[in-house]
């Protein structure tokens, strides 16, 4: 499951001094007791009972009025309001409630400190069985302090109801290594209900954004810059809305190809396990951006150049850089009728860095890929039933898990059993690429190798079949490359918010995805002394 992040708006709910204070009285702060950054408006996915016990909704109360602490703060929890729509639990500071037990819980926080996560872990919520689509209700936090009036948060709890989904992109073709473009995401409302505001979320791996727009978040995230911007604008069933100023993204200097995703995402509760946590405005990987704020406007755009749902919008980069890819396969060696283990290798000589490139291994004749299925020990089963995938009666595709930068060798291992020892028999090694997201190597000549079969013992029987040969043609499709290039993940439901998912020469989000599935799914099956077997189900993201 993709990591996803807690958005909302922040509530400023500011209290006035209250009476005048008497003239021999001790001076009073000015503001409110507590702080609260909570989701105006909540969707929440209409899922029956949640097997994990509902949905978090984080919550991250700071002292009020610029104090460094406040001290005997007491939270009152109130969902009585939804009563036929969703129901809570809690925990910790709010006491152990089962869901549904109750609908009012009173929690002891003590003493809040300013910049400290004082966030009770203490409020889960789901919606109850028979939940209408697009109703809603009201959560009410009442926090309390001595000598404080109280202060009241609401959040806006929805069923569902609003489906925004990002527009069709054309891929990008020839962009310098180094240079920036400039691009206009379009979101659209394809539910039945309006969207009460929508975020739009970034990450791209060797990203750079030139433009820190104010109502955008910033930070980074492992390789990968991470943004996320929001929006007040109501978006009603079926209309779209486009950013006004282009976003702009800088092209790594080494990219040959990738992908730049973006994705449009509902305030609060996401359902898928948690809400996204950071929105509070206290997560110090996060800074506001300190420039214009990026503005909305509607489109007329027709519906058939949307995604479908939960699809992200897809930006694929194609560049000028170029990239230099070389194979080498070890020989095969040993008897017949005993089983021998051989290398392949993968070699990108730059100077770009590329995704989306795979060896195909077509076996010589006589040979068969040994298979164990499953291991006799799960931590130490062979690397490879991991990484590669059976496509055709001899035939395997093996995935490195990352991108290749310049200089990076990536090498498989695959166990054969040699049971005839076929004379001259050969095999071949070939670098493959995802068509969509092409090398662009113009060296071809090194692209593939002959793999060599040195069998010993018994007596060498005749081909039955010719030989593959290596040519310095374009690369043939990879076989395990079909389908769409956005599939449905178990992250993906990440998503209602996150947008961008892998980026910029992230790891080839199409191929690699479904080559990872395929060699986790697909494990071969050992039917006979070959130990051929056949993939065990469909090519997925």
């Given at each position: ?18 009476a ?8 009073q ?15 929440l996915?209409?899922r ?22 406040q ?30 037990a ?14 400290k ?22 959560i009410?936090?009442t ?23 990002p ?22 409302n394809?539910?039945?209900f ?7 979320s ?8 030139a ?49 730049f ?24 990987g ?10 909305v406007?509607?489109?007329?755009t ?39 283990k ?26 068969g890929?040994?298979?164990?299925t ?6 130490d ?7 590669c ?24 291992t ?26 662009n ?6 692209d593939?190798v ?23 043609a ?26 961008l ?17 395929a ?12 130990g051929?077997g ?8």
């Amino acid at each position: 499951m993709y990591r996803i992040r807690r958005l909302g708006a922040a509530l400023a709910v500011l209290l006035g001094a209250g009476a005048l204070l008497a003239p021999a009285g001790p001076a009073q702060a000015v503001g409110p007791a507590v702080e609260l950054n909570v989701p105006k408006t909540a969707y929440l996915p209409k899922r029956e009972t949640s097997p994990t016990g509902g949905v978090r909704l984080w919550l991250a109360p700071q002292p009020g009025a610029g104090r460094a602490t406040q001290s005997d703060v007491t939270l009152k929890v109130d969902a009585s309001d939804l009563d036929g729509v969703a129901r809570i639990r809690t925990r910790r500071e709010c006491g152990d409630h089962a869901m549904g037990a109750t609908d009012v819980v009173d929690c002891a926080l003590g003493t809040l400190t300013r910049g400290k996560d004082n966030y009770p872990d203490a409020v889960y919520i789901e919606a109850v069985p028979g939940a209408r689509l697009g109703s809603h209700g009201t959560i009410r936090y009442t926090f309390s302090a001595p000598g404080a009036e109280d202060v009241v948060f609401e959040t806006d709890v929805r069923i569902e109801g609003p489906d925004l989904r990002p527009r069709k992109e054309k891929p990008r073709e020839g962009d310098a290594p180094g240079a920036s473009f400039g691009f206009k995401p379009q979101i659209r409302n394809a539910g039945v209900f309006p969207a009460q505001g929508f975020g739009l979320s970034v990450r791209g791996s060797r990203v750079t954004f030139a433009t820190q727009y104010s109502n955008c978040r910033y930070g980074p995230e492992g390789t990968s810059t991470f943004a996320d911007c929001w929006f007040d604008q109501r978006v009603e069933p079926g209309q779209a809305y486009e950013v006004v100023e282009p976003i702009s993204v800088a092209v790594p200097d080494t990219m040959v190809n990738g992908g730049f995703h973006y994705k449009p995402y509902l305030q609060g509760m996401t359902g898928n396990a948690e809400e996204y946590p950071g929105a509070t405005g206290t997560d110090p990987g996060l800074r506001p951006g300190t420039g214009p704020e990026l503005k909305v406007r509607p489109v007329d755009t027709p519906a058939d150049a949307f995604t479908d749902k939960f699809a992200l919008g897809e930006v694929r980069l194609h560049t000028s850089q170029t990239s230099d890819l070389q194979v080498r396969a070890d020989a095969i060696e040993g008897t017949t009728g005993s089983t021998t283990k051989a290398t392949f290798h993968l070699r990108n000589a730059g100077p770009g860095r590329i995704s989306g490139t795979s060896l195909r291994i077509t076996v010589p004749e006589g040979l068969g890929v040994v298979a164990l299925t499953p291991p006799p020990d799960p931590d130490d089963e062979l690397e490879w039933e991991w990484e590669c995938s059976r496509i055709d009666e001899r035939v395997y595709i093996c995935s490195p898990d990352n991108p290749l930068e310049p200089g990076d060798t990536w090498e498989t291992t695959l166990e054969f059993r040699i049971d005839r020892k076929v004379r001259g028999a050969r095999g071949l090694l070939e670098a493959v690429h995802d068509p969509e997201r092409p090398a662009n190597d113009p060296k071809k000549s090194n692209d593939s190798v002959s793999i060599e079969v040195r069998a010993t013992g018994g007596s060498s029987v005749e081909p039955t079949e010719p030989n593959p040969k290596s040519a310095s043609a374009p690369n043939p499709k990879p076989a395990s490359a079909t389908g769409d290039s956005e599939g449905k993940d178990d992250s993906l439901p990440l998503v209602m918010a996150v947008v961008l998912g892998t980026v910029l020469g992230g790891g080839a989000l199409a191929f690699a995805l479904r080559a990872r599935a395929a060699r986790r799914k697909a494990v071969p099956e050992p039917t006979g002394p070959t130990g051929h077997g056949e993939t065990s189900g469909p090519n997925e993201n």
